[in-house]
């Protein structure tokens, strides 16, 4: 049993022989995109090239998305949820990583619609039922993880039925079962436990189907499940390989979106005259409209003005970070959204991840997300749209599933006064503005970037008592109007953002801008080479396979030696990382010392072919301690 394994050598050779499942490498989403192929080297030397580069496998969106919304699975979904609002039965969306920020995204999106409704329309709360307690989210490690993934859930298909189960899924449900892979154990499970209650399933990936069903057991055998409806979202490559919180997450945002919308208009419709629908702001769309509107804010994205603005926007941020400073975004309505892509360049780029209040050892997160307006049980309660729901399970729970012995033997705590932790609220952390070159940037996107009234009075003022701690301020603007904020600095992201019962649209332009803002610096700090990352995380089975292939990509070996070499690293990161607040990449550990023992080798004469192999230049991938 793997409980036994306590040596590296052990672990990577249990690895190898019994962990195959978990060996995607065929898989298109982890393969390397020819647009980008030099982006790190692009980058280095023009900003705007580079992003033209990523920009450029967004593309691949709208073509995929004019494919999946005139299929008759698409049809299916929005069929199936306006059934299922109008009937009164409940929408799982489940999802692990970035998808399952994705779906407490969507179930957040609609919450505030139906909140919105009751708020500003009193007098139509006579006139149509109130459906928020339809759409419910479920993400692997419960709302804990849309801050921090929790390790061994992704792996387990059990804990995919179980925490579905628990959630109260029933004949007549529709689940929404959405992995970005096509092969996440977890979201599966969700499936099979969505089948077993008798709902109506509906599997979303992002890979091809065939790929699916020919190389991966488990996606196999829920493919040719009769009773579940498949959704192939394959774009292709992503803009990183294997970093599918970009066009593979984008891509699903938008299809998925876009049925949620039409979902939502068909059951206002139901009950409202074209009158009040129209007050409303609610335009009726056709399918085909969304790709093509997508096709347009691309389009607006990649205007030289706007280029030129991120690029500005990537070298302030770049700036701080080699000052050894800090960035804070502060932002109100699209504080989910924002949040999302600030938490998820710690696993890609292997950053600090965020702290908690209680926590004065671990290093800062190089950046963190606020509402200055609320505290941070509201600030929680504000961006979910409801309460957090963490994970409270007794112990026995994780002993009666099939999980990893580290969750069974000792279960994390999930709930939700350790998410409360995360102080996401107007409360002041010092350790955020001490450094000399500390920033703060608010981030408006559409109707916030103009509004006025009480509501930007409020904001304008929190945001003012934060910012007088910080060195430097910003706005950053995504949408039309241009931004009159009393700051320092001023990132305009000029583009049209159609209304949306959603937000769908502004919530996409948000992500495609920060995705490109990340994703850019983190290339010009070393933490990407080529178009891989460089700097992976190996918290579960999945991303040791992406850092064992990435080792023997790098260091010109083969996989089982760098996996022998990768489980080595990890072990020292590990040691390493009880001794001190930053700790190095295991890749970048792993590829050093390949290369270290490759040098010795030719200098003791070793004649071994293999260690003949020559080495690409790897002294970027030194561990960079950052601010």
Known sequence: MIDTMTTPKDK????????????????????????????????????PDGLR???????????ATTRVTASPEFADLVDALVEAVSTGKRVFFTGCGA??????????????????????????????PDFEETFVSLMAGGDYALIRSVEGFEDSTDLGRYQLARAGVTSGDVVVAVTEGGETSFVIGTAWQGLKAGAHVFFAYNNPTNVLHQYVKRSRQLIDEPRVTKIDLFTGPMAIAGSTRMQATTTELLVLGAAVELALVTVLANWLSPTQLKDLGV????????????????????????????????????????????????????????LTDTTERAPTFRLPPFRKCDDQASAQSWAFVKNP????????????????????????AYQSLDVSPALRNDPPKLDNAEIRKFLVGHEDDPARHEADDSRVAMILVGDEIAQSGPLRKAFDQAFARHASSFSTTAAIAVGPAHPDRNVQTTFHIACDLPASPLGLWDRLAVKLALNLMSTA???????VEGNYMSKVETTNKKLIDRGTRLVAHLACVDYNTACYALHEAM????????????????????????QNGRQRSQHNGDDNAENRRSFSNNSHLKAETGP
């Open 373 to 396: 307006r609320f505290s941070t049980p509201d600030a929680w309660r504000h961006l979910l749209a409801r309460e957090p729901r963490g994970i409270d399970w007794p112990p026995l």
């Open 53 to 63: 580069m990523l920009l450029g496998v967004d593309e691949d969106v709208a073509r």
């Open 283 to 338: 335009a009726r769309r056709r399918p085909t409209d969304f790709p093509r509107l997508f096709s347009r804010l691309l389009a607006q994205l990649k205007s030289e003005e706007n280029v030129e603005t991120i690029a500005q926007l990537i070298q302030w941020e770049e700036e701080t970070y080699r000052n050894q400073g800090l960035v804070t975004y502060m932002t109100d309505r699209y504080l989910i959204d924002v």
């Open 571 to 594: 072990d020292e990161v590990a040691e390493q990382e009880r001794k001190t607040k930053d700790a190095p990449s295991p890749v970048a550990v792993a590829v050093a010392n390949l």
């Open 521 to 527: 610096t983190m290339a010009r700090m070393g933490r």
């Open 99 to 128: 998808t399952g920020r994705l779906a407490i995204l969507i179930e957040a999106a609609w919450r505030t619609f139906w909140q919105e409704l009751r708020r500003d329309w009193p007098q139509l709360q006579n006139a149509i």
């Open 12 to 47: 990577a050779r249990h690895f190898l022989e019994h962990e195959t499942a978990f060996r995607l490498g065929m898989l298109p989403t982890e393969t390397s995109h020819p647009k980008t192929a030099s982006l790190s080297q692009t980058i280095a030397q023009n900003v």
